[in-house]
């Protein structure tokens, strides 16, 4: 059993089958990448996982509870956080104040908001983001306005107020879209690290097969909404339907 299982789900939007009987299981503490060009059904699956969207049929347990019909604060609470393709950060906030506010987060999904000095645990609190921000390299850059940033900044900001939840599984869409190469490659190193300090699984969403092969442990590769190879990343590469489907199409 994975920390993660998916069992039977499909999913149609009117007459697209966007998800058809889609079985998969993500093992505790590995990097799982999810693959398959424009259309595959990835997107759907991952909005799948968070709850985001319903099967039609079908369930998604994590660690043996079901996330479906659950809210966003709810699957934070069960153990999961979710870095967006396009960062979703407060712009008008610095650097500090954007890992501080998922520490000050209730329980019932508001945010303890010009508050802090309420809180009675607000200098342990700051101490664990200012260790965040030394974990993905953004210490130097705490009370920096997060609107100003690269977008490769922005991406290892998320990532920080994302990990300072302490989740059990990373969920990451496209981690590296949109970036040049050097701030891909400081991506991929960044993420390694990440994996080999704490007991986390990653489930990754990513086109880039160069990110794909530097970090995945198990890859599934999707075709119009079904799996159609799960297998390791050097099993995925000479097998002959992957390479006439998607990594002839793939970039790296």
Known sequence: MGILEVKGVNKRFGGLQALGNVNLSIQENTVHAIIGPNGAGKSTLLNV???????????????????????????????????????????????????????????????????????PNEKDL????????????????????????????????????CLVQEPRLLLLDEPTAGM????????????KEIKAKRDITMAIIEHDM???????????????????????PENIKGHPKVQEAYLGQAHG
Do not use: Y
């Open 180 to 191: 040049a190469r050097a701030d891909t490659n400081n991506t991929i190193d960044l993420l």
């Open 126 to 161: 700051i101490e664990k983001a200012e260790q965040m921000l030394i974990d993905v390299k953004m210490i130097d850059k705490r009370k920096m306005h997060a609107a100003s940033m690269s977008r490769g900044d922005k991406r290892r900001l998320e990532m920080a107020m």
């Open 210 to 232: 160069h990110v794909v092969f530097s970090l995945a442990e198990r890859i599934t590769v999707l075709a119009q909404g079904t799996p159609l190879v799960e297998d390791s």
């Open 49 to 119: 996982l968070v709850g985001k969207l319903i099967p039609d049929t079908g369930s998604v347990m994590f660690d043996g509870q079901s996330v479906l019909g659950r809210k966003p604060h709810e699957i934070n609470q069960m153990g999961i956080s979710r870095v967006f393709q396009t960062p979703e950060i407060f712009g008008d906030l610095n650097v500090m104040e954007n890992v501080l506010i998922p520490c000050f987060a209730k329980r019932d999904g508001s945010f303890r908001m010009h508050a802090f000095e309420s809180v």
